[in-house]
């Protein structure tokens, strides 16, 4: 899974005149399929609802996590653009344990169907970490997993991401038959899912400044999607198929800022479409003998201005707010995948703002072993918040 997120930059600026197909004049973004289960369908009186609100509720029996009371929320939340939308959260609540610690984890989505989404994929075996997800249980914690991508499943929107987990949290405090109100609330996340938390934890004192949180612990951050794009080549990659996921996942969201589908050609097209529904695992195998080169008409995008302004907004290196809770960042030094120096500039700025900072770095390059690696250290960053313990500041380790 190397070099995923910095491949992004292969179809978003270094789309390449190499093929014989003609372009496309005008191409309008590829969308999920419309979700069947009326659940998922926002009312038409969405934007009546405050972010946060919760829009419906259901209960549902899950097998594997017996012991446990399993919730779907749904709730109002917000888009790039400022639009009302409708996001999901699915909760794992221990049975009988009153107001018990939340975790909301964001999970490692990286697909472009909503059947990738964790209201799903807890079912279907899509979600790759939902075995780690699940251990806080065992705490005796209460654990959430928000679709955090939107309706749309924006892989690679990360303002998004963490607009969607932080209104998440304000819904399942605002259900009172969930017995969380009063709950104390961490955000955890790795990789995609850790760029999410990061954002929540520093949109948070201006987006919900009502929420309290008592801790964030984020790893694998893809902190600069510029620096990631300027530094990749465009050839064949075995994780080209994620990194297709994430240009298409950001056009859904900045359709006309991004207009990748216009830079395609007969086969981009057809690729795009083939692929709009897909899960990571078919992502990955159909991607591995695939390139921007080949998929690409133009060069349009090359150095658009407006492209790289999109990139920045959704790059937590370049994004001014500072998170007031407890935070933990694990990085991995030599991570090809996500690069350790822009994390250790964020780290660097929060740590000269005073935030209560513990950054660990590992040794390691590759970018899921520091998951494994970092993980534990993660739940007990998190668990001595829970029981109120002063947090410690590590700006270098």
Not at 29 to 51: C, K, N, S
Not at 61 to 69: F, K, N, R, V, W
Request: charge should be negative; glycine fraction near 10%; aromatic fraction near 10%.
């Amino acid at each position: 899974m190397r070099r995923i997120w910095p491949a992004v930059l292969a179809v978003l600026f270094y789309a390449v005149t190499a093929s014989v197909f003609a372009p496309v004049a005008t191409s309008e973004p590829r969308y999920p399929t419309p979700e069947a289960d009326p659940f998922f369908t926002a009312p038409p009186e969405i934007g009546d609802f405050a972010p946060g609100d919760v829009v419906r509720q259901r209960k549902f029996d899950l097998g594997p996590y017996q012991g446990t009371d399993i919730w779907h929320v749904a709730f109002r939340s917000t888009n790039s653009a400022g639009d009302p939308i409708m996001g999901v959260t699915t909760v794992l609540i221990p049975t009988g344990v009153p107001n018990p610690p939340l975790v909301s984890y964001q999970a490692l989505i990286n697909s472009l169907g909503t059947k990738c989404n964790p209201s799903h994929s807890l079912v279907n075996d899509e979600t790759p970490d939902a075995f780690g997800a699940a251990l806080p249980l065992a705490r005796g914690w209460a654990v959430a997993l928000p679709d955090y991508l939107g309706p749309n499943v924006a892989y690679g929107a990360a303002k998004l991401s963490g607009m969607v987990t932080l209104d998440s949290v304000r819904a399942l405090q605002r259900a009172p038959e969930l017995g969380l109100g009063q709950s104390p609330i961490a955000l955890a996340g790795y990789s995609g899912g850790g760029l999410a938390t990061a954002w929540a934890a520093a949109m948070q004192p201006t987006y919900a400044p009502e929420l309290t949180l008592a801790g964030v612990a984020a790893g694998g951050i893809p902190a600069d999607l510029e620096q990631m794009a300027l530094g990749i080549g465009f050839g064949n990659h075995p994780g080209f198929g994620l990194a297709w996921a994430a240009a298409m996942g950001l056009e859904r969201e900045y359709p006309q800022r991004l207009p990748i589908s216009d830079q395609l050609n007969a086969e981009g097209r057809w690729f795009r479409d083939f692929t709009a529904d897909e899960c990571r695992r078919f992502l990955l195998f159909h991607g591995v003998l695939r390139s921007a080169e080949q998929l690409a008409a133009t060069r349009s995008l090359m150095d658009d201005p407006e492209a790289r302004a999109v990139l920045r907004e959704n790059s937590l290196r370049h994004y001014p707010g500072l998170p007031q809770t407890p935070t933990m960042l694990w990085q991995g030094e030599f991570d090809a995948l996500t690069p350790f120096d822009a994390v250790a500039d964020v780290a660097g700025r929060y740590c000269a703002a005073g935030v209560a900072l513990t950054f660990s770095r590992y040794q390691i390059a590759e970018h899921m072993t520091t998951a494994v690696a970092g993980l534990p250290e993660a739940w007990n960053f998190i668990e001595a918040r829970f029981r109120g313990e002063p947090a410690p500041t590590r700006c270098r380790s």
